[in-house]
C-alpha cells in the first residue's frame, strides 16, 4: 500500500510537470500568433509524374520559438487545437500563404497554386467562405491560387452541410483535396458525393510499397477507384526512386515527397523552382 501510493505520487508529479510544460508552451505559443514572430510557411513541391513539372505547393507550418527551438507541427497543431488557439493560428498562416502569393506575383514570378491545410474547427466556422474571399479581394489574387486540404475525418456526421461548404470553396475556383486518404473511413459513394478534385494517398501506403501485398491491393483500388471519378491522384511521402518506380504501375498522377522535393522556405522555392517562370 505503502509503495502504491508513492507510485501514485510520482506518476502524479510527472504528470504536474508535463501539464506545467504544455500550459507554457500554450502561452508561448499564444505570444507567437500574437506577434507573429517565429511562425512561417514551408513550401514543398508537387510535381507531375510524368513531366516532373511543378504543379503546385503545398503550405507547411513552422514554428521556432527562442526557448522551445523548433516546434514540429505534429506538436504545436494538435496544442493549437486543444488549447482554443487553433482559430487564430490558422487565419495567420492562410493570411501568410495569401501574402506570399502576392509577393511572388508583385516580383514578376508566376507562382503555382499553394495548398493550405484546413483544421476541422476552421472548417466548421461559419464564415470560412467569407473569410477565404476576402483574402482573395485583399491580396488581388487569380482565382485558384489558394486550395486547400481536409481530411475525412473533419466531414463525418454532417456530409451534407461539408458538401455545401465545398460546393462553395469551387466556386471560388479551388482545389480540394482529401489528405491522407485511405487511413480514415470514406465509403465510396461518400466520396463520390464530395466536390474534391484531388486525393491524397497517405504516405503509410507508400512506405508499404514491395512490402506488404495487403497495402498494395488497397492502392490499387484506391487510384482505380480515383481514376473512375477522375480525382487527381497525389502520393504522399515519396522518398526514394525505388517507391517512384514501384508507383509505375498505379494511376497516380502527382508525386509530394523528399525524393521530389523537401519543404523550403518562400525564397529557396521561389529560386529553385520558378524563377525562370517570370512574366
Ligand atoms: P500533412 O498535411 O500530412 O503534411 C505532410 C507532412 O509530411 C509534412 O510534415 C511534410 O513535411 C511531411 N513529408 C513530406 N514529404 C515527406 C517524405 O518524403 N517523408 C516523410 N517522412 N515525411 C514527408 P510536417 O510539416 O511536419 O506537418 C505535419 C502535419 O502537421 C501535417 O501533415 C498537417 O496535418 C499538420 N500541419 C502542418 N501545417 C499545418 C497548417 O498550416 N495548418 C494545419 N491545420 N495543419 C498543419
Ligand atoms: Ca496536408
Ligand atoms: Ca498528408
Ligand atoms: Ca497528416
Not at 489558394?146 to 461548404?165: G, H
Not at 491524397?200 to 471519378?229: C, N, P, Y
Request: proline residues 4%; contains cysteine; aromatic residues 8%.
Amino acid at each position: 500500500k505503502q509503495e502504491g501510493r508513492n507510485t501514485y505520487r510520482l506518476y502524479s508529479t510527472q504528470l504536474d510537470v508535463r501539464e506545467h510544460r504544455s500550459l507554457a508552451m500554450e502561452t508561448a505559443l499564444r505570444n507567437t500568433i500574437d506577434s507573429g514572430e517565429g511562425l512561417s510557411l514551408h513550401y514543398q513541391p508537387l510535381v507531375e509524374r510524368n513531366s516532373g513539372a511543378l504543379v503546385s505547393m503545398e503550405a507547411l507550418a513552422r514554428w521556432v520559438h527562442p526557448e522551445y527551438g523548433q516546434v514540429s507541427p505534429g506538436d504545436f497543431i494538435p496544442l493549437a487545437e486543444r488549447s482554443g488557439l487553433i482559430l487564430p493560428l490558422s487565419q495567420r498562416l492562410m493570411r501568410l500563404a495569401a501574402a506570399q502569393l502576392r509577393s511572388w506575383l508583385d516580383n514578376g514570378l508566376q507562382p503555382v497554386p499553394v495548398a493550405v491545410n484546413l483544421s476541422a474547427q476552421q472548417f466548421w466556422q461559419h464564415d470560412l467562405i467569407m473569410q477565404i474571399r476576402t483574402l482573395y479581394e485583399e491580396f488581388q489574387l487569380p482565382a485558384g491560387l489558394l486550395n486547400f486540404e481536409l481530411t475525412e475525418s473533419m466531414l463525418l456526421d454532417k456530409q451534407q452541410q461539408a458538401i455545401r461548404v465545398l460546393q462553395e470553396l469551387r466556386e471560388l475556383g479551388c482545389r480540394i483535396a482529401m489528405d491522407d486518404f485511405g487511413t480514415g473511413y470514406s465509403s465510396l459513394s461518400y466520396l463520390h458525393q464530395l466536390p474534391i478534385t484531388t486525393l491524397k494517398i497517405d504516405r503509410s501506403f507508400i512506405q508499404q510499397l514491395g512490402e506488404s501485398a495487403g497495402s498494395e491491393a488497397i492502392l490499387a483500388a484506391i487510384t482505380g477507384m480515383a481514376q473512375g471519378l477522375k480525382l487527381t491522384v497525389v502520393a504522399e511521402g515519396v522518398e526514394t526512386q525505388a517507391q517512384l518506380d514501384a508507383l509505375g504501375k498505379y494511376q497516380v498522377n502527382v508525386i509530394q515527397g523528399y525524393f521530389t522535393g523537401r519543404p523550403l522556405p518562400a525564397e529557396d522555392i521561389a529560386s529553385r523552382y520558378f524563377m525562370n517562370n517570370r512574366r
